[in-house]
């Protein structure tokens, strides 16, 4: 059992937001912004967004805000996403076929450029301008193209055993959208992706609300 | 600016995990869990699978573990899913059509009993036995029939007037997976799904790989 210790969860998991919305100051000719209106934008405190922009390294400069150019490097640096990994995504769904239509996926170091099924209705056919192939077809794929990370959609009952192919193929990092637990050998990270936690924090949000009306 | 604290958002973001888990024990027939089982599962350590537990406020036993059923009943109250909220969903692209189809939804006090699109070719379809009605419908179906919770899954353009029409006919909680930031008026809460977050836990997690084998 891997047991890697990672700090700052939601800090990091806040960290594509963060992105976007520079990309998108970017892609307008912003130069600089302050801490107050990532603060306004993230609906987060002042201080939980200067701490989390000071794990990327940047020196703030508090008078003039940060430079937005600058910011954006040292947020894709500190995640790794100065390059673009390629991925594999396993399980060409309605789940697949969205991550498939993700546009801001390349903005975040991420390039899906393998999509496999074992469905013959999907077999063939192009998403968003990736061919559909079969999962016995994936070592041939792989060969000379391997992806960095590959991206489980499939069913609960069938992710286990694509993981172990995964793994069996030399993927050491594995993105689940199924719900459950992979079993992998060490050395190999799974990063499991629970849908019903936005709505864990909702509930309680709600919760909170409805103590607080009594 | 809605600036309430959420503490222990990690933790909340695993409830489902634990619950799911507990649920297929339960259904086994298992009467009891130790927490270093729990955190087997989870791939966490130990003492952060007690702090989870301990959050719902029930009283662990060390050494016999914890009574599966008590556990549910009790995550299930910490998070407020002992009733079961009617919620809609906007939006039946593929995210709202996977959405649509997860199956554990109804173990998280969730059950999606209204959805809406405004693409001609999908209304009067079926969903997963639901059926698509237009958007302009929406407060004619509301009626007597409010959702407790909607969920966005239009595109990240439409998002901003789809949440203004929800606030306006008087739903309190939003659960956003549009790719922006909603301006909401005090009162209203939004839950904004960043899928890319599991992707930079991902990331970061090989850059620590990356760092330790330098």
New interface residues.
Partial sequence: ??????LN??A??????YL??LLKMQAEGRSSVSSTELA??????LIVVRKDISLTGISGQRRVGYDVNELIRYIKN????DELLPAALIGA???G???L??N??EH???CINHVFDCDPQKIGKEIYGRKVRHIRDMAECFAGNMP??AVICVSNTAAQSVADQLVSLGV??I?NFA?V?LEVPPGV??????????????????????MSED
Same sequence: chains 1, 2.
Avoid: C
């Fill in positions: 059992m891997r047991q890697d210790k990672i969860i939601p990091i998991r806040r960290m594509p937001t976007h919305k306004e934008y993230m609906h987060i405190e500190y995640l790794g996403w769904g309605s789940l076929t969205a991550l239509g993700y801001d996926f975040y170091g991420f960095e990370i050491k990092y993105w719900n637990s990270v799974v990063q499991r992706e629970v849908i019903a936690g936005g709505l864990a924090m909702l509930a309680v949000k709600r919760k909170q609300d409805r």
